[in-house]
């Protein structure tokens, strides 16, 4: 699965980006917001990752940035099942793309692979140290639970409060509809 939008090309990671992951994520400010992310991150775990069997359907993508330039791997993305069976959306970023929007571009291409895909809900969380990341749920319609758990971190060895989201894509749907009808 392909996502294109205006900055970023959004596509399946090949054993060949391992160089350009390891290198974009090996910084302890973006792993330690990650829930599966070692740290320190090497080599070797960006070839794991990359070699991990994924799911057939719900994708996992490299987000690179289209510039001047060649494209440059920028962060991740990607659709997960959860042990609940509930589908989560997890992503990051490199450091130098914070604060331009390219978390929220790359995500919301994620999201109409989700609709596309007809997923009735996505969840999401981020930790509560890292509101940015929340931020980004906000601006694509996820809203708070309600809930904080404990969520464990590879980086951080431990569990730290997160705060869980949602977004209903049905009602999405529901209310388009309903507006189409009362025009």
Same mark, same amino acid.
């Given at each position: 699965?392909?996502?294109r939008t205006p900055r970023l @090309? ?15 994520? =090996? ?22 990752f990359l070699a991990t069997p ?39 970023v490199t450091r130098d793309s ?10 919301? =291409? ?14 999401? =969380? ?42 209903? @894509?049905? =009602? ?12």
């Amino acid at each position: 699965m392909f996502a294109r939008t205006p900055r970023l @090309l959004l596509r399946p990671g090949f054993a060949e980006d391992a160089p350009a992951l390891a290198a974009a994520i =090996a910084d302890i400010a973006i792993v330690r917001h990650l829930a599966s992310a070692p740290w320190p991150y090497r080599m070797r775990d960006a070839e794991a990752f990359l070699a991990t069997p994924r799911d057939p359907i719900l994708p996992t993508l490299v987000i690179f940035e289209r510039s001047g330039g060649p494209p440059r791997l920028v962060g991740a993305c990607g659709l997960g099942r959860r042990a609940s069976g509930a589908v989560e959306m997890g992503y990051w970023v490199t450091r130098d793309s914070w604060g331009r929007g390219i978390a929220t571009e790359a995500c919301t =291409a994620l999201v109409d692979i989700a609709r596309t895909l007809g997923l009735k809900r996505l969840e999401g =969380a981020h930790f509560i140290d890292n509101p940015a990341s929340g931020r980004v749920l906000e601006k694509l319609g996820f809203a708070a639970t309600g809930l904080i758990a404990p969520r464990f971190s590879c980086a951080r060895e431990t569990d730290s409060p997160a705060r869980l989201m949602r977004l209903d @894509l049905l =009602a999405e749907v529901e209310s388009e509809v309903d507006e189409a009808l009362a025009a």
